[in-house]
């Protein structure tokens, strides 16, 4: 079974920069793809990028685009979100989820099957 545990999330001051990471434990070298949502109080979760983990093809939301980066070191099993140049709004609950089958979007949390307990994020 394979467990996520996400870190690095913590204050900020608007235009700083955070890395989160995400330590898997388990087979994660079989999942499809890998991600990053977030989610503020009150509002639905919010898909941020995601990466195939077979090819490291890295996709994003258009919030982000220029600012985060995606990554994974699939020797350490671990996948990291680069936030640079960071917003109030980026302030969230970050969380980073795995998708093991083959149908479905990598860009839907409804595909995601494995789920870390997230790290919080604020930005000031």
């Known amino acids: 079974q394979v467990q996520l545990v996400e870190s690095g999330g913590g204050p900020v001051r608007a235009g700083g920069s955070l890395t989160l990471s995400c330590a898997a434990s388990?087979?994660?070298?079989?999942?499809?793809?890998r991600g990053w949502f977030r989610q503020a109080p009150g509002k639905e979760r919010e898909w941020v990028a995601s990466?195939?983990?077979?090819?490291?093809?890295?996709y994003y939301t258009d919030s982000v685009k220029g600012r985060f980066t995606i990554s994974q070191d699939n020797a350490k099993n671990t996948l990291y979100l680069q936030m640079n140049t960071l917003k109030p709004e980026d302030s969230a609950m970050y969380f980073c989820?795995?998708?093991?089958?083959?149908?479905?979007?990598?860009?839907?949390?409804?595909?995601?099957?494995?789920w870390g307990q997230g790290t919080q994020v604020t930005v000031s």
């Open positions: 388990g087979a994660t070298y079989s999942s499809r793809c």
């Open positions: 990466i195939y983990t077979d090819g490291g093809s890295a």
């Open positions: 989820a795995a998708k093991f089958e083959f149908a479905g979007s990598c860009r839907e949390s409804f595909y995601f099957g494995t």
